[in-house]
């Protein structure tokens, strides 16, 4: 059965600090890994990763993927309270059936305090 | 920018109600999805559609069924809402197998 396991699953961090979320995850056929931020509302997209070792960066938001060991780190450097959210893993497996959907981990939800 | 629109914020239905939640994508996206999210359990897909008129089953497709008319358009009906269905209710839209999924603001759907 395919599965996406994130962890930790909360995570209380002070503004300053550095963060590292997990992703794990066990599918038939990888497409690709991607992680959202979730705040109050809808998950907004952050990065779409494919090929091992190539980080993709954003601002103070980086990742990286693993294919060998399956799995991806999210990392937040100087961490901010605007970071506070839910952060999403998800795998596109490459199975016939499949058009598109994901499989998605339990979230990590993130504090981080002034 | 990708525009995913679900009908309503909030809803609040009776037990054995048939309860519509529309979604509708405005950039022309092959690919739309009803997922459902509870604390603990992260998200569920319950089913998608890769072509009009085309719907595959998710995870959790007990209980649902889904209409797509419209490329834009992807409905999810609870045939007969029960209290176990109270969750929030997130629609996504995706141009093709290698793009990411854009989200809907989500509807929180309470049955009483």
């Known amino acids: 059965e395919d599965k996406v396991v994130q962890s930790p699953l909360s995570l209380v961090v002070h503004e300053g600090d550095t963060v590292t979320l997990n992703c794990s995850y066990e599918?038939?056929?990888?497409?690709?890994l991607l992680w959202y931020k979730q705040e109050k509302k809808a998950p907004t997209f952050l990065f779409m990763l494919t090929s091992s070792g190539i980080e993709k960066k954003s601002g103070r938001l980086s990742s990286i993927l693993d294919k060998k060991e399956l799995f991806s780190i999210l990392n937040i450097t100087a961490t901010q309270t605007g970071d506070s959210a839910v952060y999403l893993c998800?795998?596109?497996?490459?199975?016939?059936?499949?058009?598109?959907?994901?499989?998605f981990g339990k979230g990590t939800k993130l504090s981080v305090k002034p | 920018d990708v525009k995913v629109t679900q009908s309503s914020r909030y809803l609040v239905k009776r037990t054995g109600e048939k309860v519509f939640l529309e979604c509708v994508q405005d950039m022309d996206h092959e690919n739309m999805f009803w997922y459902r999210q509870d604390p603990g359990l992260g998200l569920r897909l319950i089913y998608f559609s890769y072509d009009v008129k085309m719907k595959e089953k998710g995870d959790i497709p007990e209980g649902y069924s889904v209409s797509r008319e419209k490329k834009e358009r992807f409905s999810l009906i609870l045939e007969s809402a029960s209290t176990n269905q109270t969750s929030m209710y997130l629609c996504?839209?995706?141009?093709?197998?290698?793009?990411?999924?854009?989200f809907g603001q989500g509807t929180r759907l309470t049955v009483v």
């Open positions: 998800a795998v596109a497996p490459g199975d016939g059936g499949s058009q598109g959907n994901l499989i």
């Open positions: 599918v038939t056929n990888f497409r690709s």
């Open positions: 996504a839209s995706s141009l093709g197998r290698q793009t990411e999924a854009f």
